[in-house]
């Protein structure tokens, strides 16, 4: 089986795109992030399932298919896209939270993070 290095590269672009966005503070470039992070895994599961055209599940009549198309790539695809908008959801909502509850949607740095931070470089942040 040998797959398209185009679309291994556009996935690789599109993973990368993901994860610059996630690492990202604003909330809505983090949903950005996921969501195109999902989107390209979809298309990694679709280009690594073999090669498109011919039906996944052989009939009585339809014998001239020797290798059908395996279907557990598409049943995958389709849960992975349950999945992730359903992980959306979720995000929105907690992004309409914090937004209704502090204008904002900036994601703060804790106070306690950056006293352990202030630790572990060796001075005291209580002095």
Known sequence: MSAN???LA???IMVACG???V????VSKMLLGLILFGNAVNLLILT???PDGRPPILGESDRRHHDPADPLAQAMILTSIVITMGL???VLALAY???ALTTTEQVEDDPEDVKVAA???GEDPER
């Open 88 to 90: 959306a959801a979720f």
């Open 97 to 99: 939270r914090a937004f």
């Open 23 to 26: 690492l990202e503070r604003a």
């Open 19 to 21: 994860v610059y966005l």
């Open 10 to 12: 556009l996935v690789g």
């Open 5 to 7: 290095i185009t679309m």
């Open 48 to 50: 690594m399932s073999g």
């Open 119 to 121: 630790k572990r470089e």
